[in-house]
Structures are given as structure tokens and as C-alpha cells.
């Protein structure tokens, strides 16, 4: 573990649930590596309109060019509220009932990139973000910033990491 981290930051995205929904994690994957694509597949079917989330995060400078998923419909929508050099989170939702990998493409490949997806139910599909909030500091601690949400029951989808 890293003693100094000269440089952090830790967003946060807040995706508003259905009306008369509860939202519900259903399930998550992940992959590491030194790859300039990594791909990660969920255990389980998704269902359709699950929205899938996935946050990506390189400590080694490469960026998250784009992502893409087996059941979504083109690629993955940047939420560029957090994105950085180094941190970016996509998200889109599933167009129908089944197997779903997702796959993050990095600028090169690097021994930190790593790659964190959810699949969630109960999001409103029309404008599903919220709220956002992000802070990039230095030193030994995060932050997030601070938001308001505009409803109760909101999804919160938080990522963080360093650059060092």
C-alpha cells in the first residue's frame, strides 16, 4: 500500500430510480491486467433495461478510450462527469434478457488497468443520471465533492483511485 498518494480523486454518480420501483444491485465482474482491452462477464443473465455500469481506472496514465457491452446497443455512454487521464465511468442499459460481458478499451495497455462493472435494476431509462460529484485532490485522502439528490431511493455509483 502506498504511503503518499500525490494525487486522488473520487466521484460519484447518483442514478434515479422508476417510479414506484426498488432498485436493486443484481449483481458484479471485474478484470485486471496488463491489456489495452480488458473484458469482464457477469456470472448470471442480465434482464432487460438493467442499467449496466462500468467504472474504469488505469494508475498508470493510459485512458478509457471507450466501452462496450454485449447487450447494449452501440457503445457505452461516457459520463464525463469523473473522467480524468486515468478514471472514467460508462454506462447503458441492457436491450434484452441474457449473457452480458463488457469490454473497456484503454489507450495502451498498462499493469493497472482494471476495469469494475454492476448491473442494477429499478433505474429510470430517461435521463437515469441524477446528480453528480467529483474532487480531485492530492495528498493522503479522497473526497467527493457534495450533491443534492432530487429524489429518494437514488442508486449511488462511487470510484476512486490514484495516479501514482
Partial sequence: MKKYLPFLLLGFLFFAPKAHAAVVYVQGASSTGNFANLTATFASNVTVNDLIIVGSVSGNGQTSNSATSSCVTGTLTQAGVISTS???????????????????????????????????????????????????????????????????????????GDSG
Fill in 86 to 160: 486515468f478514471q472514467t465511468i460508462f454506462y447503458g442499459f441492457a436491450n434484452g434478457t441474457g449473457a452480458c460481458s463488457v469490454t473497456v478499451t484503454f489507450s495502451g495497455a498498462g499493469s493497472e488497468n482494471a476495469l469494475i462493472a454492476q448491473d442494477v435494476s429499478g433505474i429510470q431509462t430517461t435521463s437515469p443520471i441524477d446528480t453528480s460529484s467529483s474532487l480531485v485532490s492530492s495528498g493522503s485522502s479522497f473526497g467527493s465533492g457534495t450533491s443534492t439528490t432530487s429524489v429518494n431511493g437514488d442508486y449511488i455509483f462511487g470510484l476512486g
